[in-house]
């Protein structure tokens, strides 16, 4: 699961809803994605991208979301 600022590389500033490029990631839900960083004040928190406004935040880990799994270049 890559870390938060590996996923607002992701984002598309001029692109909205969803915040992505559609030509890299054709049917991408404007959803909230998980990121591996940890939040700053509570254990039980992450980060997360917001992928309709490209927007980022943390929130507590329980909360149901989607996650985008990569792996390293070959």
Excluded: K, M
């Amino acid at each position: 699961v890559p870390n938060v600022t590996e996923l607002e590389s992701l984002v598309a500033r001029n692109c909205l809803n969803p915040a992505i490029n559609s030509h890299f990631f054709p049917n991408d839900p404007a959803s909230v994605v998980w990121s591996s960083s940890p939040g700053a004040v509570y254990s039980v928190d992450a980060w997360y991208v917001y992928f309709g406004f490209g927007s980022t935040s943390n929130n507590n880990r329980s909360v149901g979301s989607r996650v985008r799994l990569v792996r390293s270049g070959q």
